[in-house]
């Protein structure tokens, strides 16, 4: 598996879209199109078009993506402990963990692309809840 | 003094040296003006989030396609380049890049530094921080400064100096 595929499942929930999809655009013409394997959360938010907006903001430059991108590999690695059992974490760091990486993401968006940061607020409760679950995480990563 | 005296040549204590420190400012700000705006805070970011104090990008060279060196107005210099596998490694010159923080506690203190330098605050390094609930911390920088972060109502990320 190459690291831009596996980028890209781990970015199946919006903050880990961010990262993947720069490297497909940047190295991979038309992978950009692949839709991630997420049904829309409940409040109807399209996260494939939330993905596209995050992947395509102006907000961030490419290298400030890529460098995020080693934060998301570590928690999506240690989420994945977690659920497989042998994780040295417990789940209220993971989530500490993965607030923090939001509002990494925010305050570097809210100011330049209010309209993507309200958006992203608005589903962060949403999407942890997906990664919390054993289910839902095999399911969205694989 | 006028420009003309100002630009005879000097001798013994320099009286143009305002002329001088003009120039230097003066080209100083024209070698910045060449960097994009967007490339600056690129790199800024990219520094800041590999938890190195920047406080902001004075200097840029290119060294080849996603290669540069960043100076800082720390003094401090750093090499940010895009690697094979579309990494960023950022690094002292000639130096290995930092090893990344493996421990929970460094993993926050490096994500507070992030949130507080990205949020256009400055401090120099996180020494410590009280979490108040999910989201919110209060937190103490060596420099002396105390930031309070916070999400408002409107799920907005807030960082106030106290």
Redesign the interface.
């Known amino acids: 598996m190459t690291i831009v595929s596996v980028g890209w499942r781990v970015l199946g929930l919006i903050i880990l879209a961010l990262f993947a999809a720069t490297v497909l655009q940047a190295n991979t013409p038309g992978a950009g199109d692949r839709k991630l394997a997420l049904a829309a959360p409940s409040d109807s938010l399209d996260l494939d078009d939330l993905s596209d907006r995050i992947a395509n903001t102006k907000a961030i430059g490419v290298l400030s993506k890529l460098s995020m991108k080693r934060d998301v590999d570590t928690l999506e690695k240690d989420l994945r402990a977690f659920h497989k059992g042998g994780a040295s974490r417990t789940l209220e760091q993971l989530r500490e963990r993965y607030d923090l990486m939001v509002h990494n993401l925010l305050v570097q968006i809210q100011d330049k692309d209010a309209e993507l940061a309200k958006d992203v607020a608005r589903v962060r409760d949403d999407l942890w809840k997906r990664l919390a679950d054993p289910d839902e995480f095999d399911n969205a990563l694989g | 003094m006028r420009l003309g005296e100002a630009m005879r040549p000097c001798a013994g204590c320099c009286r143009c040296w305002p002329l001088a420190a003009l120039l230097a400012v003066l080209g100083s700000a024209a070698a910045q003006s060449v960097i994009p705006d967007?490339?600056r805070?690129?790199?800024f970011?990219?520094v800041t989030?590999?938890g190195h104090y920047c406080e902001r990008v004075v200097d840029v060279e290119t060294r080849a396609e996603?290669d540069y060196l960043v100076r800082c107005a720390t003094g401090d210099s750093y090499r940010?380049r895009?690697t094979e596998?579309?990494?960023?490694s950022?690094s002292l010159p000639g130096q290995a890049p930092t090893p990344?923080p493996l421990e929970?506690r460094q993993?926050?203190q490096r994500?507070?530094f992030?949130?507080i330098n990205?949020?256009g605050q400055a401090c120099d390094r996180v020494t410590g921080w009280k979490?108040y609930s999910?989201?919110s911390y209060r937190v103490q920088c060596r420099n002396g400064a105390v930031f309070r972060?916070a999400?408002d109502v409107?799920?907005?990320?807030a960082?106030a100096k106290q």
């Open positions: 967007s490339l805070a690129d790199l970011a990219s989030l590999a996603g940010v895009r596998n579309n990494r960023v950022v990344e929970h993993q926050v994500h507070l992030t949130i990205l949020s979490r999910r989201g972060i999400v409107a799920g907005r990320v960082v």
